[in-house]
């Protein structure tokens, strides 16, 4: 169901698309002021001079909302990006302290066959680390907590499903990072505590904010 201002906005920008497909080449770059302000007051009519104010305010906003929006996604991804580098930077250290493990123990520790573990990663139930983060070339690594017995695994797939096509190394990012919504406390925390509603909608405000990357960084 889309949302009001979904629907005005689109019937805007379709009505402009419209009307720029619609103009000489030759006029779309330098509009003539009194054409247009004339199209405006008649357009206009039965407006007051207020609500005309209001209206180019309106208007002025929806434009510049694209742009804005393709700003921030930008900034959005410079960060991103640069905490993705931190997780590959981390790795050694993180692997040592068995926050991560090789392929053979987390079978071990998880009681899966091959056939188990490639069925749930085609569910993105569980997911392993990238090859541009480890650099083990041959070798594939998983999240520990998959297999810790403190968490639930059953809410730990839930939350990875959540995420859906995120790259996995934010996936384990969400997981191990602390979140202010959750009093600072990390996401396996709070499932950790027994909540798992919250952390599925957290996932999911992270993976609308979180954008797959093309290749390695």
Not at 32 to 42: M, N, P, S
Not at 123 to 132: A, K
Not at 149 to 166: C, F, G, I, K, W
């Amino acid at each position: 169901m889309f949302s009001s201002l979904f629907l005005t906005s689109y019937c805007f920008f379709t009505a402009a698309v419209t009307a720029y497909q619609r103009t000489p080449e030759d006029v779309r770059g330098v509009p003539d002021v009194k054409t247009v302000a004339d199209a405006f007051g008649r357009a206009t009519a039965g407006l007051s001079k207020d609500e005309q104010t209001a209206l180019l305010l309106f208007v002025l906003r929806l434009i510049q909302q694209p742009e804005e929006f393709n700003q921030n996604k930008s900034h959005r991804d410079k960060i991103e990006s640069t905490l993705d580098r931190e997780i590959a930077k981390q790795f050694p250290e993180i692997v040592n302290d068995k926050r991560i493990i090789v392929e053979s123990e987390f079978l071990a520790r998880a009681g899966f066959t091959k056939e188990d573990l490639s069925q749930k990663l085609r569910e993105r139930r569980i997911f392993s680390i990238p090859e541009w983060v480890h650099k083990d070339p041959g070798e594939k690594y998983y999240a520990a907590f998959f297999v810790d017995p403190q968490y639930d695994r059953l809410s730990l797939e839930a939350v990875s499903m959540a995420l859906r096509a995120s790259p996995d190394e934010r996936k384990y990012r969400f997981f191990t990072t602390p979140v202010p919504a959750f009093a600072d406390k990390t996401p396996l925390e709070v499932l950790a505590s027994g909540e798992l509603e919250c952390v599925v909608e957290a996932a999911k405000a992270f993976r609308r904010q979180t954008v797959r990357k093309v290749g390695q960084i």
